[in-house]
């Protein structure tokens, strides 16, 4: 194996602490640990270097911690937006800003995260909302590739050592869009993945013959090839996007016949086909609020979709797929209760099943002593539409809690209300001009 | 109420009046000629009985909230609504414990059966986009009434939605207001005798269309010439028809001779000129607002709403003080610069400032949860200091967009004699939980959670999964 090759497909999983001296007590508070420990009234989380140290009822709190009080308020996990272009875009519509695809001949090397930008101002606008992780994955709208390259799990909490995993997973199309990238059919879609994958299996035992010449011609570049040996080796998952029950369908075929670790994401009809996706351990990353058959392929949308694949056993977690507003997820998760979903199965899906389906929940997800100290404070029910975060704590660093948005709005708050007000380009709320 | 607000409202007045003189004044283009609507009305309300709902939480759309309140409705009407309504003998009694009652929700920004579900390139029909003005086009000409959102939006309460052409060209064509009653043909389900709207578009939209084509206009002030000249042709126009009108009246229609050529592009403009067309303008920016102001000053027009307006909290008391109203969502940002300022207290701050604030849609997904919506921009008002009632904010998505639409004295309030369009929620709406339950327009039940048989489905997703569960 040449060590350039290592490098690029390499997995690398760092979880830093980064030295927090800072130790702080969140007190009085219902805890939903989404652990072990289940639910903690009136508990105590404490959090120490970056980690959480204690969680529980009883928890001693040593006297250099500072304490925040958390009576009549709920705290939680950061949420984990499992598909999102956090870093990768900050005005849709501005291509110099948008790094999530691409159209050169690079299909499955394509490694967004190396183009994040970790100070863009979308991260700020949904951390305050309680965003604290996110995969960041290709939006898929290459015109050219049906793989469209691999995604990683960073945190919204600093601007270096940020990315946590990567690759976490690689990233494909099927269905309508990947018939549109493969010229035209489904199953060119289908075939066009699966050469990719034979490809890869054959590149993989014979690197050094490719090298020499030696070896047959491949339909993908080298850095392709090297990109999805782990995946070809189920090491690392595979997320395909599709939502017809018969892509679906294809879907787990193609998984079982070349051993992939297969995630859904869309899954418009997974309902349909809850059944396979339970029995195969396919984990789903859905929008509990597609209910529109607003395309061919998601005909059979309903609002019941999350609360159908929990019932059926199927690991569900929820992206709205507008990573702008990731933050609008709990109401995403609350209208999923509304049909039928339990309330804490709802918060799971937004906070520990994308760190389980993605394979950080040793670290994230859980309010555990040990783990990484993403911790919510919020005034009410997180999945309330009226609910604020009050606090938001990513690797036990406590989050200033402004964003863009909040200081236009003070800004102009001041600019509108007062007395005798200057114009608003005076005005400098916050410390941040 | 605050000093600032009674002088707003007073000079809110006096504008409306003046506006109210200049239609008066003006006869409606070619009145004589031609009928008002080409494409009239055969609305007619679904069957209905008396019906009393009582014990409920009802927020009336005017701001006020009656606890343990009764509400009746009968003919089509709200008969009565208070503390204490008496039940007429041959009325349907519903027990509304523990429920709330709003008024039917309104979207005065819906492209529903324009951009209808599924989205194909035949039936996406809502952009006329070969010239910077199609005034001509009619948005009831593209609805296609079988777009099976229609349904989705009345199990989330709405009663009442504005159909709107896209944005892609600075003046895109007339809206059509809809009662969202399943049917066959749009006719069935126009809004009788509602006034029509126009809908025009500032910003990056139409000069991204046009400039990309090298075409007419590519820029801002591109846009501001455009509509200037529009309006400017359609006086020209306006004034030939009141000329030829003027003929017939001194010699009679058989001496006038021949009347002008109509051009039903000049007719919209012509009657956007007189009054008779409420104008709908895409707007985000609060510059680009300012200036739209002075063109409608300058053509003596009323712009009734600036729709997607994110940035409609920088210039609140301005909107105020021409009585204009400004529809918003409540978070969306960011997908283009002119979206890029958006705030989620605009809608409150825009309200607490004295001006018209409305929720709008422009989305198949979000008109199903407008209450959830407003319910947001709501407590993003309280975050920031505004103490606003939920019982005010429920005017967010009925009075005033009953006011946006010229609506306002039909619906949009529990009141006596308005029409008897009322949602009855299982909760507060306020609450992501809450679901409509029963949605009445025109005092009939158009849509009954508990009840198959009062929930319509679309001829297209009839036989989709044959013999599967669902």
Known sequence: ?433 | MNPTRLLTSAAAALLMLSANALAEAAAPPHATEFPPDPFPSTYQPLPSQPTLIEHATIYTGTGARIDDGAILLRDGRIAAVGKHVETPANAVVIDASGKFVTPGIIDVHSHLGVYPSPSVASTANGNEMTSPNTAQVRAENSVWPQDPGFNYARAGGVTTLAILPGSGNLIGGRTVVLKNVPASTVQAMKFPDAPYGVKMACGENPMRVYGNRGQFPSTLMGNVAGYRQAFADAQAYHRQWQAWEQKVKEKGRDEAGTPPARDLKMETLAEILTGQINVQMHCYRSDEMAALLDVSQEFGFKIAAFHHTVEAYQIPKLLAKTDTCAAMWADWWGFKMEAWDAIRANIAMVDAAGACAAIHSDDANGIQRLNQEVAKAWAAGRRAGLDISKSHAVMWMTLNPAKVLGLADRIGSLEKGKNADVVIWSGDPFSVYTKAEKVFIDGAVVYDRDNPQRQATSDFMLGQFIGEKS
Do not use: C
Request: charged share 20%; aromatic share 6%.
């Open chain 1, 1 to 433: 194996m040449k060590p350039f090759a290592i490098a690029i497909a390499a997995a690398f999983m760092t979880f830093a602490a980064a030295a927090h001296a800072q130790t702080y007590a969140i007190t009085g508070g219902t805890i939903y640990t989404l652990g072990p420990a289940g639910k903690i009234e009136h508990g105590t989380v404490l959090i120490k270097d970056g980690r959480i140290a204690a969680v529980g009822a009883d928890v001693s709190i040593p006297a250099d911690a500072e304490r925040i009080d958390a009576t009549g308020k709920i705290v939680t996990p950061g949420i984990f937006d499992p598909q999102s272009q956090f870093g990768v875009v900050e005005v849709s519509a501005v291509e110099s800003t948008r790094d999530a695809s691409q159209n050169t001949y690079f299909s499955a090397a394509f490694d967004v995260a190396s183009a994040i930008n970790p100070r863009s101002v979308l991260i700020p606008v949904n951390r305050i909302a309680g965003v604290t992780r996110a995969v960041v994955a290709p939006d898929g709208s290459s015109e050219k590739h049906v793989i469209t390259g691999r995604g990683a799990v960073i945190d919204l909490g600093s601007t270096t050592g940020f990315i946590h995993k990567n690759p976490a997973a690689m990233f494909a199309l099927l269905g309508e869009a990947g018939a549109r990238h493969a010229g035209g059919s489904r199953a060119a879609a289908l075939l066009k993945l699966a050469e990719a994958l034979q490809d890869a299996r054959d590149y993989a035992s014979h690197r050094d013959d490719y090298a020499e010449n030696q070896r047959r011609d491949y339909a993908l570049s080298r850095l392709d090839l090297a990109a999805l040996i782990p995946v070809v080796e189920g090491r690392e998952p595979l997320v395909v996007e599709v939502n017809r029950a018969s892509d679906i369908e294809a879907a787990l075929h193609l998984a079982q016949e070349y051993g992939l670790h297969l995630i859904v994401s869309g899954g418009a009809e997974a309902w349909m086909v809850a059944d396979k996706l339970a029995a195969a351990h396919v984990p789903v990353l859905l929008d509990p609020l597609q209910d529109l058959p607003s395309r061919f392929e998601s005909l059979g949308a309903t609002l019941h979709n999350a609360a159908r694949l929990q019932q059926a056993g199927v690991l569900i977690a929820f992206a709205t797929g507008d990573t702008h507003n990731a933050r609008n997820v709990t109401q995403a998760a609350g209208n999923a209760v509304a049909y039928g979903l339990p309330w804490i199965d709802a918060l799971k899906a937004i906070m520990l099943n994308p760190a389980k389906i993605y394979g950080v929940a040793d670290r994230v997800g859980t309010l555990a002593p040990g783990k990484v100290a993403d911790v919510v404070i919020w005034n009410g029910d997180p999945l309330e539409v009226t609910t604020f975060a009050d606090q938001v704590f990513i690797a036990g660093r406590k989050m200033p809690m402004v964003s863009r948005q909040t200081l236009l709005r003070d800004r102009y708050m001041k600019a509108i209300f007062d007395d005798k007000p200057l114009p608003a380009e005076y005005f400098h709320p916050g410390t941040n001009r």
